[in-house]
């Protein structure tokens, strides 16, 4: 009789504890940036989102690497080519540099480029991989910078950076 009684007290408290507490939102934004996210991929967390300033970081400490975005100016004409040749220019001036190489990118953002390189800054090797498309409110230049330590993860890094394009809004 007392179980039953305690499965019956266990029952109505937790019909009285009324409903559940709606699903925190994942979106992310960023006013300054005029961006918004859907969301995130799986392996980043929100480092930072202050002012113009929205940076990721993958959840796994040990991996280190640091992923954000940059706005352009609003201009007429935006050429991607001529970003990614500017960005191979900044590359290539580092310390040790290794231009990797860009490739274009199409779906249903539009077109996008990204460029890759890799170069030595405080006696570590570091590799930073670019993303370069046209703002969603256009005529502007958004940058995705995911720069991180070089190892054998490079692909999965790009394909994580890539994968961020899905999130924009």
Same mark, same amino acid.
């Given at each position: 009789?007392?179980?039953? *009684?305690?499965?019956?007290?266990?029952? *109505?408290?937790?019909?009285?504890?009324?409903?559940?507490?709606?699903?925190?939102?994942?979106?992310?934004?960023?006013?300054?940036?005029?961006?918004?996210?859907?969301?995130?991929?799986?392996?980043?967390?929100?480092?930072?989102?202050?002012?113009?300033?929205?940076?990721?970081r993958p959840v796994d400490e040990w991996?280190?690497?640091?992923?954000?975005?940059?706005?352009?100016?609003?201009?007429?004409?935006?050429? %991607?080519?001529?970003?990614?040749?500017?960005?191979?220019?900044?590359?290539?001036?580092?310390?040790?540099?290794?231009?990797?190489?860009?490739?274009? %990118?199409?779906?249903?953002?539009?077109?996008?480029?990204?460029?890759?390189?890799?170069?030595?800054?405080?006696?570590?090797?570091?590799?930073?991989?670019?993303?370069?498309?046209?703002?969603?409110?256009?005529?502007? *230049? %958004?940058?995705?910078?995911?720069?991180?330590?070089?190892?054998?993860?490079?692909?999965?890094?790009?394909?994580?950076?890539?994968?961020?394009?899905?999130?924009?809004?």
């Open positions: 009789m007392s179980r039953y *009684l305690t499965v019956v007290a266990v029952l *109505l408290a937790l019909s009285c504890a009324g409903p559940a507490a709606p699903p925190e939102s994942t979106s992310i934004t960023n006013i300054d940036l005029g961006l918004s996210l859907s969301g995130l991929p799986p392996g980043l967390v929100v480092a930072s989102n202050q002012g113009s300033s929205l940076e990721l991996k280190k690497g640091i992923l954000w975005f940059e706005v352009g100016p609003e201009r007429e004409g935006v050429n %991607l080519v001529a970003a990614v040749k500017n960005h191979q220019e900044q590359m290539e001036g580092l310390p040790e540099a290794d231009y990797k190489g860009g490739q274009e %990118l199409t779906g249903d953002f539009g077109s996008a480029f990204y460029s890759r390189g890799q170069y030595v800054e405080n006696g570590e090797r570091l590799e930073e991989t670019a993303v370069f498309m046209i703002h969603p409110s256009g005529n502007r *230049l %958004l940058v995705i910078h995911y720069r991180y330590p070089a190892g054998d993860d490079s692909s999965s890094r790009v394909e994580q950076v890539i994968d961020v394009i899905s999130y924009i809004e």
